[in-house]
């Protein structure tokens, strides 16, 4: 069973996933995501984590982490 929500959107398409963390960081949502890249530095997609980190995970954010570091590629 799969345990994490994966969003995939092009780097002009961040509003939907900012939404998503600006309304949990307004509600105080303790949770953790994953910004996953291909090996050039390009958003392959961004994963809400769940109990587990995958392998394939080498960095974990808060919700306000992850806004931050969108800001700053956006």
Same mark, same amino acid.
């Given at each position: 069973?799969?345990?994490?929500?994966? *969003?995939?959107?092009?780097?002009?398409? +961040?509003k939907?996933? !900012? /939404?998503? *963390? @600006? /309304? #949990?960081?307004?509600? &105080?949502?303790?949770?953790?995501?994953?910004? $996953?890249?291909?090996?050039?530095? !390009?958003? $392959?997609?961004? @994963? #809400? $984590? +769940? /109990?587990?980190?995958p %392998? %394939?995970? &080498?960095?974990? +954010?808060?919700? !306000? #982490? *992850? *806004? %931050? !570091?969108?800001?700053?590629? &956006?």
């Open positions: 069973m799969n345990n994490e929500i994966t *969003l995939q959107e092009p780097m002009n398409k +961040y939907g996933i !900012k /939404k998503i *963390l @600006r /309304k #949990q960081i307004e509600d &105080s949502v303790h949770t953790f995501w994953a910004h $996953l890249t291909d090996d050039n530095g !390009k958003t $392959l997609e961004f @994963r #809400q $984590l +769940y /109990k587990t980190v %392998d %394939d995970v &080498s960095e974990v +954010y808060s919700p !306000k #982490q *992850l *806004l %931050d !570091k969108i800001n700053t590629i &956006s």
